[in-house]
């Protein structure tokens, strides 16, 4: 199994490449899916286990939903901005002292599965709150930068 990167490893610093149209991905969405199974994650990056590509997977038994998104980009954002306490397999302390960062309630991205299908997926909630902090590594950005006191 590949270990998760932890801050300030170069790779989560940095932006990740588009996955070119076609390449075949299964092995690597395979290694995602159990690196984050394995870390009782809900969601994860390619660049949160070395591969710098966009790619984002998310799964919650208890809510119900799964996802693979390739090139995935924000289609829509609503609601309201909502604090929501995080924890991150990527920044070491903060899955047991979780970090209060603002969420959109709502969002709606696009992308593709593993098999190059166009796929849309609309998440509210936790959802979206997984949506968007994986999407943000993917910008080379971690819930250290989006902090807040309250």
Known sequence: MKPILATPHPILLGT??????????????????????ANDGMGLAAPQIGEPLRIIVGHSKTEGWKWTIINPTIKRTRGQLKTREEGCL???????NRIKVKRWSHITVRGYDENWE????????????ALQ????????LTIK???IDE
């Open 118 to 129: 166009p796929i849309t997926v609309s998440g509210k909630y936790w959802q979206a709150a």
């Open 16 to 37: 990740a490449r588009e996955v070119a149209r076609g390449t075949k991905c299964h092995q690597l969405i395979d290694e995602m899916f159990e690196a984050m199974y």
């Open 145 to 147: 930068r989006f902090a």
């Open 90 to 96: 990527s920044v070491p302390g903060s899955i047991l």
């Open 133 to 140: 902090h994986e999407l943000d590594h993917l910008d080379g």
